[in-house]
C-alpha cells in the first residue's frame, strides 16, 4: 500500500500514543480530559474564529457547524463530564474459580488505536478525544473539510491539555489535512496500526466505509424509528409520547419517523395528528380517511426525515407491526404503546433492535439518558458493541488467570 | 455483485432459519441438539465411508482428516455436551432503573447469520453447528475441499436432528460444492445476508480472510505463546509448566512456541531442558552457552512450530520479556512464572494478550477449562469477543427499556 508518509508517521505516533495511555493511570487519565476542558475554554476566541473562517467557505451544514460562545462552553462542559465517569481500564467484569484452582478474571481493556472519520459536526472532535482518552483509546481525527479549521483548533487545545497532564500529542492526533486520500488511508487500517473505525455521519459516508474498510467498523447508521400504537393503548400517552418521540428534536437520530397503528386503534388518529400540530403527515389510504394527509409511497417507510415529517401506516397486529419494522427499520430504536402486558412483551421479544421500549418516547435513545454518561453514536451493529457507545463499549477484554503451578492434564 | 443463484437462496435461506432459530424455545434448541448427536452416532459407517473417500483423495493433513468409530462418537458426544450448556438468548446480562423510572435492561440476542470457513477437519461441522443452534444463529459452512465430503455427510446427519425437533433445515447448510468462487461470494456477505464470519485454518488462510472479508471477521489467528521464566521462579515449578505448555500436545493454539528466561534464571535451563527430552531446541547464544542448541533466526521468534521444538530467549527482566511479547507474539495465550507476586501482577497488566497466566501452563487456554463447555476458537482481536469463542460469544444483546408513559423533557 502507498501510504503518504505523513500518514505512516500518525500511525506509528498513534501506537506509541496508545501505548501510554494504557500505561497511565486512571488519575493520570482524569486530569488529561479535565486539561483538555480548561483549555478549550481558554482557546474560545482562536476556536471561534477558526469556526468563521469554517462557516465562511460552506457551502451547507451551517446549523451543525456554527459554533458560538456558549456552545464552546457546552463543549468543555461535556469534555468535563467524561473526567467524571468511572475510568473502565483494569476494571474486573468477571471472577470465577475452577475445580483445579486456577482463577479466572476477565479485565477490560483499551482496543488501542480508533480513527474517527465525521463530518460537519466540530464539537464532535472534543467529545471523541474525550471518550477515547477516558477508556484508554488512542484516536486519530479525520473531521469533514467543511468543519476542518475549527476542528483543528479544537484539536490544538485538547493537546495541550493532554501535555499538561504528561500524555503525549500522540494520544490524540488529527490527520494533516482534509484531503480525501487520507481516509482512503485510514480505511486501509494504516498498516495494520487502526484497530476500529467509527464513521458519523450521513447514510452515505457510513455507508461507504464499512463497504470499503479493511478493519472493523463500529457504524452509526441512520434511525428510521417506528412508534407503534397498539389498540390498546392509552389514548393520551400515545398522543403524549408520538408527539414527544417525532417532535421533541426532530434532528435526532432518535426521533421517530414513522408512526405503525393498528386498525382498531384508528379511532386515536385525530387526537395524535392534532398533538403533532406543525408536523407533515404522509399516511397510508386507511390513514388519510381518518385524518386528511398526503398519501405515502414506498420511499417514505425507508427515510430518516430528520425533519417535522411522519408517515403513518395501518397495521392488523403486533405482528405486522413488527415484520414493517423488519422490513424497513434500521435497527436502531423502536417502541410499543400499549397496556396488554402480554403483546408489549412478545413485541420487545420479537422485535431486534438495538432499543426496544414499552410506553416511552424513542428519543431516551441516548448514552446520558440510559446512565453512559456520554456517547459518541448508537451503534447499530450487532457486533462488539450495540446502541448508546459510551467509554466502557470502547473498551476489550483479556482474561487474566492465576495458578499455584497447574500444568493441564 | 454477481452471486451464483445456488449462493443467493443459500443466504436468503439462512435469514430465515436465523428467524426461526431465534423464535424457537431454549428447549427446542436443546432437543436439535440432542438430536443431532443421536443422529450422528446413528450415521457413524456412512460418515466413515463418505471420510474414506476423502482421505484417497487428499494428499496431506491425513491426521486431522481422518475419522473412525471412536472419533465419530467423540463428535457426537461433544454435540452432546453442548445441549447441556445454558442457552444465552434472551439471558438478562444487566438490569437497571433510572431516576425517571425507566427500568432498562441489557438482553442477549442472537447475532443472526454466521459464515464458517474451515480446512481440513471435519469434526467442526458438528462442532460450529452445536455452538451456533445453541446461541440462536444461523450457520452457512464452508469446509475445505479437503474433507468435503465427510462434512456433507455429518451435515446430512445435523439435518436431520434438526427436523426431529421442528427446525429447518435452513438453519445448518453447507454450500453445495467445495469451489472456491463460493468461498469468494461468503466474503462479500452473500447480498448482505452473512453477519459474521468465522475462519478456522492456518495463517494464509486467516489472512486472506480478514483483508478480503466485507463482513465481520471473528479471527483465530496462529497462537505464537509464551512461557516466561522469571528469576524468582520456582525452579521445580518452572520446568513442570515449562514441559506442559510445549509438550502436552504440540498441535494446540495454546502450546507454547518460546521459551523467555531471565539472565539470572539461566541456571534452571539445565533442568528444564532435561524436562524437555526429545524437543527440540533453538537459542540465543547465552541459552545455548548454558545448554548446547541450535542458534535461532529471527525467524524462529515468530513461527507457531506446532511441533516439539521451543525456541528460547535470554532477557534482562520482564519488561523486555513484554516487549518481546510485544513485538512477535500473536496477541494469543502468554504465562509467566515466579514467585514475586509484584512482577508477576505488572507482567498480567502490562502484556496485552487474550489470555495471560502466571504459575500456570499456557495449555490451558482453552473454552472447556475456562468452564465455558464448549468453543469454536481462540479469538485473536480485540472487538466483540477475544480469548475462547463459545456460545455466549456469538451473541449479541439489546436493551428492553420498560416504561410508564415517559416522554423526553
Redesign the interface.
Known amino acids: 500500500m502507498n501510504l503518504s508518509p505523513d500518514m505512516h508517521h500518525l500511525g506509528r505516533a498513534a501506537r506509541d500514543g496508545a501505548e501510554a495511555l ?2 497511565a493511570s486512571a488519575e493520570q487519565r482524569t486530569a488529561a480530559i479535565r486539561a483538555m476542558a480548561t483549555h478549550l475554554r481558554a482557546d474560545s476566541s482562536s476556536i471561534l474564529a477558526a469556526n468563521a473562517s469554517d462557516l465562511a467557505a460552506a457551502t451547507q451544514h451551517h446549523d451543525r457547524l456554527r459554533l458560538d460562545a456558549e456552545r464552546v462552553e457546552a463543549i468543555a462542559a461535556g469534555v468535563e463530564a467524561v473526567a467524571g465517569l468511572p475510568d473502565p481500564v ?1 476494571a474486573e467484569i468477571a471472577r ?1 474459580q ?1 475445580p483445579n484452582g ?1 482463577d ?1 478474571a476477565r479485565v477490560r ?1 483499551p ?2 488505536v480508533i480513527g474517527m472519520i465525521y463530518e460537519a459536526r466540530p464539537n464532535v472532535t472534543a467529545d471523541a478525544a474525550a471518550i477515547c482518552v477516558r477508556s484508554g483509546n488512542a484516536v486519530i481525527l479525520r473531521p469533514g473539510s467543511d468543519c476542518f479549521a475549527s476542528s483543528r483548533a479544537i484539536h490544538s487545545a485538547l493537546v495541550r491539555g493532554l501535555a499538561e497532564a504528561g500524555l503525549p500529542p500522540a494520544t490524540v492526533q488529527i490527520v494533516p489535512t482534509a484531503d480525501r486520500a487520507l481516509v482512503g488511508d485510514l480505511l486501509a487500517g494504516l498498516d495494520g496500526t487502526l ?2 473505525l467509527i464513521p458519523r455521519g450521513g447514510r452515505s459516508l457510513v455507508e461507504r466505509i464499512q ?1 470499503e474498510a ?1 478493519v ?1 467498523v463500529l457504524g452509526h447508521l441512520e434511525g428510521v424509528c417506528h412508534t407503534y400504537v397498539h389498540h390498546a393503548a ?1 389514548p393520551v ?1 400515545a398522543a ?2 408520538v ?3 417525532k417532535l ?1 428534536r426532530v434532528s435526532v437520530c432518535g426521533s421517530t419517523e414513522t408512526l405503525l397503528i393498528d386498525r382498531a386503534a384508528l379511532p386515536m388518529l385525530p387526537a395524535i395528528a392534532e398533538a403533532l400540530e406543525g408536523c407533515e403527515l404522509r399516511g397510508d389510504a386507511e390513514a388519510a380517511a381518518v385524518v386528511p394527509m398526503r398519501l405515502a409511497t414506498e420511499d417514505d417507510w425507508r427515510t430518516e426525515y430528520l425533519a417535522p415529517i411522519l408517515s403513518i401506516r395501518t397495521v392488523s397486529d403486533w405482528h405486522e407491526a413488527a415484520s414493517h419494522i423488519a422490513r424497513y427499520g434500521t435497527g436502531h430504536t423502536e417502541a410499543i404503546v400499549t397496556e396488554d402486558r402480554a403483546v ?1 412483551e412478545a413485541f ?3 422485535v ?10 424513542t ?2 435513545a ?1 448514552g446520558g ?3 453512559f454518561g456520554a456517547e459518541i453514536g448508537i451503534a447499530t ?4 458493541a ?2 448508546p457507545v459510551g467509554p466502557e463499549q470502547l473498551t ?13 492434564p
Do not use: C
Open positions: 494504557r500505561a483494569g470465577w475452577r486456577l479466572i481493556t482496543i488501542g484497530d476500529l463497504a479493511r472493523p392509552d400517552m403524549a409520547i408527539h414527544n418521540a421533541r408489549a420487545l421479544d420479537t431486534d433492535s438495538a432499543i426496544v421500549l414499552w410506553n416511552a418516547s428519543q431516551y441516548d439518558e440510559f446512565g451493529g450487532k457486533l462488539h450495540r446502541g476489550s477484554f483479556k482474561y487474566v488467570v492465576r495458578g499455584a503451578g497447574q500444568v493441564r
